[in-house]
């Protein structure tokens, strides 16, 4: 945690910073960050755009007095002090802290003290901690590039050089004699850029020195721009083999999203990550977002070529209820009923772009506590919001710009507690899991044909207890019964069948879009792909399974993810043919898609790969 600590008159007194957006420009520029302490007499809060003091007295070059840059040590941080003389600023408040990397230069951190400290004719000492997170990657031994992450050493680009090896130990880094020349880039990240190799870890060096080791199988080359058409069911025709989207826009609306490949095989490589039992996952329908959910926290990681980056937090006055994602918005559900005495919002609104976690303000709210929600697009800056409470289903529209809720639509839905859209499909799809039609509402919209009832009521025929809703397939499972029926939009057939076929003793069945993820009680897993044209599973890849329960399972877009008790086991997919996962890609004729090859450098036929590490900054 970043901290200052002010000892003055013998008493302590403590404040946390927030990082500044200045940060990695200001380490890429060349620059010591940590090298002074400014100091002010301010209020005010905060803002990771802000790099000044509210109201400046002064700053002073800060000695380091404790560093870790070994990842076998610990976390990564470094301690420096400053001392205002006894004579130096008597009768000032002190109120504000931050990091700066010289006397005159913009602040990289800013701290606030909930209530100032008055500066007497002692010696006051002011402490400031400056911690960046452990990074996969970063090698041990004491690291110059930590160093110059911790603002302790200043960054010179000519200094990166690379090469390719099996990597076991740090003795094979420095064996390594064939090195080559790397650039360094930057959009808010460190990007190094380098030749391609023929092994499959590639070994980043400063100043001679190992400093980082990355995977030479997943890389972004130089990204290009295409223009691709959508068929009106959705999907891309052109040939985009091996392909995966960064980015995306339709028209001026900026979409965040990815192609996902269809899987071919995943790694044996499981990483851990320790949560909490009680946190609940929630995968967003475009496979981008991850969210770890917990009475009122929503942790928010973000998939990126066969990992998880940690985008921030998100802390509410009261129990989250329910939640989702739709192009980058978050819409969450606190019902008053979930935290008594609770009267504040219902609903909330964030904005997730950029690395950054937006709060939207509503000028009104729900006006009754919501079982179910749904947010969906509705072209332009404009958002369309289902929620199911009490046997009603009831419709929402508002506008990014300018958030108002504005009433659209009321269906009466008997005890539906299931609800989910598709603009590829222009429905609106609410249901319980019972065998009947009592509380089942299938919509189109926009005078879009519905299906008929006898599909309905077959895919509820196998009391299922998970439903899927794509622009392709409305699908459903009965985990205990292990039965699967499946009906395709594009050929107008529904399907049943039995996955004992495909695993004899199943023990976990989980149901994500179009994947079905099967395990026994031996940890063998398979994953099935239910066809869009036959509406039946098809055996995508096997493997075996690095614990032995699973309460939640999800295939991302580089990432299957496994939630066991206190754990989250995830581990890169191998991907062949590229399609469109979701049907929130298809919001209208055309999409300009900026996309990246994902093929083992190698095989490319490019002639660079790339390292990138994302700094997370706690």
Excluded at 272 to 279: L, R
Excluded at 473 to 497: G, P, V
């Amino acid at each position: 945690m970043n901290t200052y600590v002010i000892k003055h008159n013998g008493k302590v007194f403590k404040g946390r910073n927030i990082t500044l957006t200045s940060y990695i420009p200001q380490v890429l520029e060349g620059r010591r960050v940590t090298d002074y302490i400014a100091f002010g007499k301010g209020k005010g809060t905060p803002v990771p755009n802000r790099y000044d003091l509210f109201e400046r007295l002064g700053a002073k070059p800060a000695e380091i007095i404790d560093i870790n840059t070994d990842c076998q040590k610990g976390g990564y941080y470094v301690t420096r002090k400053i001392t205002l003389e006894a004579d130096e600023f008597v009768g000032e408040v002190i109120t504000e802290m931050g990091f700066c990397a010289e006397l005159e230069s913009g602040l990289i951190t800013h701290c606030v003290l909930s209530e100032g400290v008055l500066k007497t004719a002692e010696p006051m000492e002011i402490i400031a901690v400056y911690t960046v997170p452990k990074m996969d990657g970063l090698l041990e031994g004491d690291n110059p590039l930590a160093k110059i992450l911790l603002g302790a050493q200043n960054l010179t680009a000519s200094k990166f050089t690379c090469g390719y090896c099996e990597y076991n130990s740090i003795q094979d880094a420095l064996n390594l004699h064939e090195r080559y020349p790397c650039s360094l880039n930057s959009q808010s990240l460190f990007f190094i850029e380098c030749p391609v190799g023929d092994k499959p870890d590639l070994i980043i060096f400063y100043d001679g020195i190992p400093v980082l080791r990355a995977d030479g199988r997943y890389y972004k080359p130089r990204a290009q721009q295409y223009v691709l058409t959508v068929s009106q069911n959705g999907v891309i025709e052109q040939n985009i083999k091996n392909l995966k989207i960064a980015n995306m826009s339709i028209g001026s609306v900026s979409v965040i999203g990815a192609i996902q490949a269809m899987p071919t095989n995943i790694s044996p490589d499981f990483k851990a990550m320790p949560i909490k039992n009680s946190q609940k996952i929630f995968v967003s329908r475009d496979k981008t977002f991850l969210l770890l959910i917990d009475e009122n926290q929503i942790q928010v990681y973000q998939n990126s070529l066969g990992n998880l980056v940690y985008w921030g937090e998100i802390v509410l006055d009261s129990k989250v209820s329910c939640l989702d994602i739709c192009q980058g918005r978050l819409a969450v559900v606190c019902n008053h009923s979930d935290t008594p005495l609770w009267t504040g919002k219902r609903l909330h609104l964030f904005q997730i772009i950029n690395n950054r976690i937006i709060k939207r303000e509503l000028n009104n709210d729900l006006p009754t506590d919501a079982q179910a929600i749904s947010l969906e697009y509705a072209g332009g800056n404009n958002m369309f919001l289902y929620y199911l409470w009490d046997g009603i289903l009831t419709g929402m529209t508002f506008s990014n710009s300018a958030p108002t809720l504005v009433h659209n639509c009321s269906y009466e839905v008997g005890k539906a507690n299931f609800v989910q859209t598709s603009y590829r499909r222009n429905v609106v799809f609410a249901t319980d899991f019972e065998n009947n039609l009592n509380s089942t509402i299938y919509k189109g919209l926009l005078s879009e044909k519905s299906i008929s009832t006898s599909v309905l009521i077959g895919l509820k025929n196998i009391l299922p207890d998970q439903m899927c809703l794509t622009g392709e397939l409305l699908s459903s499972l009965n985990s205990q019964t292990k039965e699967i029926a499946a009906y395709s939009y594009l050929a107008d057939i529904l399907k049943y069948s039995d996955l004992y076929e495909y695993l004899p003793d199943i023990a976990f069945a989980f149901l994500d879009g179009r994947y079905i993820i099967i395990a026994d009680r031996n940890r063998n897993y398979k994953i099935l792909s239910i066809d869009y044209h036959t509406a039946e599973p098809v055996e995508l890849a096997v493997g075996t399974l690095p614990c032995d329960e699973i309460d939640q399972a999800h295939i991302m877009c580089d990432i299957l993810l496994l939630k066991s008790q206190d754990k989250l086991y995830f581990a890169p997919i191998q991907s062949d043919q590229g399609w469109i996962y979701s049907d929130q890609f298809a919001y209208g004729d055309q999409v300009n898609v900026r996309f990246s090859d994902i093929l083992p450098a190698v095989q490319s036929g490019y002639d660079a790969c790339a390292a990138i590490l994302n700094v997370l900054i706690a």
